[in-house]
T-cell receptor
Framework: DTAVSQTPKYLVTQMGNDKSIKCEQN?????MYWYKQDSKKFLKIMFS???????INETVPNRFSPKSPDKAHLNLHINSLELGDSAVYFC?????????????FGSGTRLTVV | DQQVKQNSPSLSVQEGRISILNCDYT??????FLWYKKYPAEGPTFLIS?????DKNEDGRFTVFLNKSAKHLSLHIVPSQPGDSAVYFC????????????FGGGTRVLVKP
């Protein structure tokens, strides 16, 4: 039974399209995150939600919009996709505090924009 | 500006020997430090953490050391096993920033049989 599940695992799409990535966690965590791993393999936070409330919004283009219908779900919608959006996107969840057990990550969604 | 740095992109070690991974940070507000392991096509998985008020934490073959004055931490894996071959990420948490985890660039470890 997967703790943090993301769909789809692979996504190939054309420039200009709009796409969504879904994420669900069954760990009972209050906080969920979206991270982006770029071509240089750096993991960078994009958004964080705590119990459906946005608490972290890093410098991310407005084309990216997270949506949290409930605390177990955090979806990522991307408008007008660009070539530079190609990356692996990871969803994660955690307890609020302490953070000593870290985040639990999903297996990632590899987005390729052509 | 990278607040968490792993200066060694790769490490090769013989099975049974010790693997030592290093990580440096700049933000003195970090309150927890964590190590993650990542296999290809999978998400990072949590390995071990250490609070900023401690200098050592041990869990089986994994030990993390923290030197706050040097803003440096290290992960020791003893003995190294072929299944340990993966990319290891150092991460740091800032409670005041909503527990945001800031990651280093990763170190690829290859354990040779």
């Amino acid at each position: 039974d997967t703790a943090v599940s993301q769909t789809p695992k692979y996504l190939v799409t054309q420039m200009g399209n709009d796409k969504s990535i879904k994420c669900e966690q069954n760990l009972g965590h209050d906080t969920m995150y979206w991270y982006k791993q770029d071509s240089k393999k750096f993991l960078k936070i994009m958004f964080s939600y705590n119990n459906k409330e946005l608490i972290i919004n890093e410098t991310v283009p407005n084309r990216f919009s997270p949506k949290s219908p409930d605390k177990a779900h955090l979806n990522l919608h991307i408008n007008s996709l660009e070539l530079g959006d190609s990356a692996v996107y990871f969803c994660a969840s955690s307890q609020v505090y302490p953070i000593n057990y870290g985040y639990t990550f999903g297996s990632g969604t590899r987005l390729t924009v052509v | 500006d990278q607040q968490v740095k792993q200066n060694s992109p790769s490490l090769s070690v013989q099975e049974g020997r010790i693997s030592i991974l290093n990580c440096d940070y700049t933000n003195s507000m970090f309150d927890y430090f964590l190590w993650y392991k990542k296999y290809p096509a999978e998400g990072p998985t949590f390995l071990i953490s250490i609070s900023s008020i401690k200098d050592k934490n041990e869990d089986g073959r994994f030990t993390v050391f923290l030197n706050k004055s040097a803003k440096h931490l290290s992960l020791h894996i003893v003995p190294s096993q072929p299944g340990d071959s993966a990319v290891y990420f150092c991460a740091a948490s800032d409670k005041a920033a909503g527990n945001k985890l800031t990651f280093g660039g990763g170190t690829r470890v290859l354990v040779k049989p």
